[in-house]
């Protein structure tokens, strides 16, 4: 993990004691440390309700055990109890994952907790004068020994389970939403959007909580694509597929299952050499083709679209333009034996019914949302001159007379949270060139190309899209998609356009029950193969009708 500056409290430890007069008057005392001595055999168990300390010093006393309970002082960075009789630590200090310096020299202390491993912003630990293994002072001795000593105990911290913790995590329950219209023919099918965090960026430097070989991509990829067949979806898009993984593991296994898809990786991979661009990641789509056809298939190279379209904006060519991430689509036709299946009627007489699949991953830094706006405005651009070249193409028009005749399912990590300027614009239609998003800078004259009016019609200071969109998992369904120690949140959506396409159910979360009891501080973890959770939804679309006309169907005005 990226360490955080730290200063180790002063060792010159200064007291200052309140005069009686400072406490008549009402003054109010805070002390985040505490140091207790004199010999101290036992500590008292009111010690553990003082959850706000963050340093504890209880070196120099005869303590001979340190009570599992000290792990209730979760916001402690320095625990110093150096210079005791303890014999032996309490697994539960593993989880006192604040610690910045743990100090335990010149006790009597054979065995360390494997648990210990698990202080992953642990900088300093001091181990002198224990009678320790000599494997254990071999690895504390060497360069940047407390480092390597913190891995060798997560990474073995299973080892008498077969290195998996015994409790496997719940399974996501079934939210349903509504009850599909049975007064209308339509067709059911089901998506998953998922991050399954490529390779290149499973390091101990930013899981610093998770042990090296859960990190593994030979061992993470089986739980990856475990979660993904458990799911079962008809169309599947994933973010975070390294190129070569695609086409070596990803495409070869669920075409096994029936899938086929397509990919594109970051737009960097263009000017890479051959063996540098197969770990660049990109986007991925995958659908099961006895239920949809693939009539066309779309990438947008979202640095391509803010060269195009800087109109002078420095910030379009500065901020955006620098930024290499990428969107796929997918037009799908779905096959007939699924609209039957799914309606239950013989649609004689039914033409093409067609739905496009998209598929981004944004930029990623929390200190960029203007980027992150202006290339989801972007990619929202590209896809509705998709759908609009399709329509005209394959003359098609929709049942209730409106422009987008082909509906839309949005998948995307939008690295944005639920009240940012993406989602704003996502689900309301539109948002203004004033945007607090756009961090005052100049964009609006660039921006315009993307309204839904195009270029030369009237925006009136508001960029908007033109399509109906609403999100699968509304009203805090899911509490995060992406869980880490140091981030919490939503940032992966599912969105579908009305008001051909409606939401029936959803995948819960996961019990959040099961992280807290686990002391699971973020993912991965060797039963979450990535730090995003999936995302899964059936939808409904609904069919045209086809009236017949003295018992003949006749074909289908689209």
């Known amino acids: 993990m990226p360490k955080e500056k730290y200063d180790p ?14 406490a008549t008057n009402g003054k109010k005392s805070y002390w985040a440390e505490l140091e207790i001595s004199g010999r ?35 916001n402690l960075v320095y625990l110093d109890l150096s210079s005791n009789k303890i014999r032996s630590l309490p697994a539960e200090l593993g989880n006192m994952v604040s610690l910045r310096e743990l100090l335990v020299n010149n006790n009597l202390l054979r065995v360390l907790p494997f648990e210990l491993g698990k202080l992953f912003q642990l900088q300093t630990l001091g181990l002198k004068g224990n ?14 020994g407390t480092r390597r000593l913190l891995n060798y105990l997560l990474d073995n911290l299973a080892g008498t389970t077969k290195r998996i913790p015994a409790e496997q995590p719940p399974s996501r329950s079934w939210i349903v939403l509504q009850e599909p219209d049975r007064t209308r023919a339509a067709a059911l099918f089901s998506v998953m959007c998922y991050n399954v965090l490529c390779d290149k960026y499973a390091t101990r430097q930013l899981y610093g909580y998770c042990p090296s070989w859960a990190l593994n991509w030979e061992y993470r990829k089986k739980s990856i694509m475990q979660e993904i067949l458990s799911c079962n979806a008809d169309i599947i898009s994933l973010q975070e597929v390294e190129t070569e993984q695609f086409f070596t593991y990803f495409l070869v296994e669920l075409k096994e299952q029936g899938y086929d898809g397509f990919f594109s990786p970051k737009s960097r991979a263009r000017t890479m050499s051959e063996s540098d661009r197969k770990h660049v990641d ?14 066309q298939k779309h990438t947008v190279e979202f640095n391509q679209l803010a060269m195009a379209n800087s109109e002078g904006s420095e910030a379009m060519l500065n901020r955006v ?15 007939k034996e ?12 039914m033409e093409k019914q067609l739905i496009l699949v998209a598929n981004a991953h944004m930029h990623w830094d929390p200190e960029y949302p203007d980027v992150k706006l202006v290339q989801t405005m972007m990619f929202l651009s590209e896809v509705k001159n998709i759908i609009d070249k399709a329509s005209r193409s394959l003359k098609l028009s929709s049942v209730s007379g409106e422009a987008n005749a082909i509906p839309l399912v949005l998948c995307a990590d939008l690295n944005s949270l639920p009240d940012s300027g993406v989602v704003e614009y996502l689900s309301t239609g539109g948002v203004d060139t004033t945007h607090k998003d756009f961090k005052d800078k100049r964009y609006s004259d660039s921006l315009t190309n ?17 399509f109906k969109l609403k999100s699968a998992y509304e009203n805090g369904l899911m509490p995060y998609t992406n869980y880490t120690f140091d981030f919490k949140g939503v940032i992966d959506y599912i969105f579908y356009s009305k008001p051909l396409l409606n939401v029936l159910g959803i995948l819960g979360p996961l019990d959040p029950h099961w992280l807290i009891e686990n002391n699971i501080s973020g993912c991965p973890h060797p039963h979450i193969p990535s730090d995003h959770f999936s995302l ?3 939808l409904e679309l609904i069919l045209p009708y086809v009236p017949p006309v003295n018992g003949i169907h006749l074909p289908g005005r689209r």
């Open 40 to 74: 101290v055999r036992s500590l008292s168990t009111a010690l553990w309700s003082l959850t706000h300390l963050t340093a504890l010093h209880i070196s120099d006393n005869c303590l001979a055990c340190i009570p599992p309970d000290i792990a209730k002082l979760h």
């Open 131 to 144: 009678p320790l293994a000599q494997e254990v002072l071999n690895l504390y001795q060497e360069p940047d």
């Open 450 to 466: 993307f309204n839904c009016n195009g270029k030369n019609g009237t925006s009136n200071g508001r960029i908007t899209h033109g």
């Open 9 to 22: 409290p002063d060792p010159r430890r200064m007291y200052t004691i309140m005069s009686t007069e400072e």
């Open 338 to 349: 699924l609209m039957e299946m799914s309606s239950g009627k013989s649609l004689h007489g």
């Open 282 to 295: 990109g986007c991925a789509i995958f659908y099961k083709s006895d239920k949809f056809n693939l009539i």
């Open 321 to 335: 333009m620098t930024k290499d991430n990428i969107g796929v689509a997918a037009l799908l036709e779905l096959r």
């Open 536 to 538: 899964f939804a059936q």
